[in-house]
């Protein structure tokens, strides 16, 4: 209990906030009539296409012309099936979008659970074009943590023993099992997880050097989260770190998935790819309706 006080006060603060970079100036070169790459947006756990108005009405004031396709497949409750059939029924959907799109590419902007399919997308697509992956809020090193969601799915469990669950193939039968990543049953978790544990190579994956490939065919990655969101249990996932087995954090470059390059993410920042935002005051269904989170941390990537 101590420990958790302890790591809680400290997961308050942002570490060393990345400054803002001022673009103001390429903005005014642009030429208004040029056209900007194709937007894919993939939601989250128990929201829909609906829930992407703002956002949609912010790329349209700033970058109008912009063809954003907010795919509308496993809405609501759907949005609890495997990440596997996820991942597989959103590449037939996007598969189109890509080949219209040709060699310019597009983006994918990815929001909360929707960044974990997106990385099975990207790792599992070897003829993707994908320009821009911005991941938003997204669990990418799993989820641990007491959460409304928790509460309301599973109520007879709470974070300390849902690993009993998560870990047996029906538990696996939802997607937050794909990605509950318990610190204190992490041998169980490597057993189990059907979904983070070989997109990671926590598990030995006969496919990871191929995955790393399609991943790197990316040619920069935008993280946002922040320390108010109070979903992402540690907020510090949406940025590729997560605990360890005393729940200390440990970030990024901590990681075994980023010192082994297990699928590339320590290629892609090593060339400057990886850009990491850390947004103070943001709850974690304001992250795509936030005009501010869009101008300062999303447009100008969005090009
Ligand atoms: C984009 O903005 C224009 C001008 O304000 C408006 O007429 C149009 O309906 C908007 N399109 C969408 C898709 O929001
Ligand atoms: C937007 O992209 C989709 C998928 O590539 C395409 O079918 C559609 O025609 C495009 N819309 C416009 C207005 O260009
Ligand atoms: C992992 O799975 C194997 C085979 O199913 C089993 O024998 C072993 O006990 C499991 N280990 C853990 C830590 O769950
Ligand atoms: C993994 O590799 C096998 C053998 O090359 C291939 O058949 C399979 O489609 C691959 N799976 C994924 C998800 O890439
Ligand atoms: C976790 O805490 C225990 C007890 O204080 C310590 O022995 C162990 O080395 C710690 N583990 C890590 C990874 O720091
Ligand atoms: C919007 O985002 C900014 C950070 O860019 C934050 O300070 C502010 O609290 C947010 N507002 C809401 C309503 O979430």
Request: hydrophobic share 35%.
């Amino acid at each position: 209990m101590a420990g958790q006080k302890r790591s809680s006060s400290m997961t308050r603060l942002c570490p060393l906030a990345l400054p803002a970079i001022c673009v103001s100036v390429l903005v005014w070169l642009v030429d208004p009539t040029a056209s900007y790459k194709p937007i894919i947006v993939i939601h989250g756990l128990f929201d829909s296409s609906a829930n992407f108005k703002n956002l949609l009405a912010y790329i349209n004031k700033s970058h109008p012309g912009t063809n954003v396709t907010v795919v509308d497949l496993f809405d609501s409750r759907q949005s609890l099936d495997p990440l596997w059939k996820q991942v597989q029924g959103f590449r037939e959907a996007i598969y189109p979008i890509m080949q219209n799109a040709g060699s310019d590419g597009v983006h994918l902007l990815c929001y909360s659970q929707g960044g974990l399919i997106c990385r099975g997308l990207l790792q599992t697509m070897p003829d993707h074009n994908v320009d821009t992956f911005i991941s938003l809020s997204s669990p990418q090193l799993g989820q641990y943590g007491d959460t409304d969601y928790l509460r309301y799915l599973f109520p007879a469990y709470v974070k300390a023993n849902l690993f009993r669950l998560c870990y047996t193939r029906y538990g696996q039968t939802y997607s937050i099992c794909n990605f509950w990543n318990d610190p204190h049953h992490h041998d169980m978790y490597v057993n189990a997880s059907d979904f983070l544990a070989p997109l990671n190579s926590d598990r030995s994956e006969p496919n990871a050097t191929e995955w790393k490939k399609n991943f790197l065919r990316l040619r920069r990655l935008v993280l946002i989260g922040g320390p108010d969101d109070g979903v992402i249990t540690p907020w510090q996932s949406s940025h590729f770190g997560f605990f360890d087995e005393n729940e200390t954090i440990l970030e990024m470059k901590a990681q075994m998935v980023y010192q082994k390059d297990t699928f590339g993410l320590q290629t892609l920042d090593y060339h400057g790819a990886v850009t990491t935002y850390c947004v103070p005051g943001v709850l974690h269904t304001q992250w795509h309706s936030n005009e501010t989170v869009f101008k300062d941390y999303m447009e100008k990537w969005l090009t």
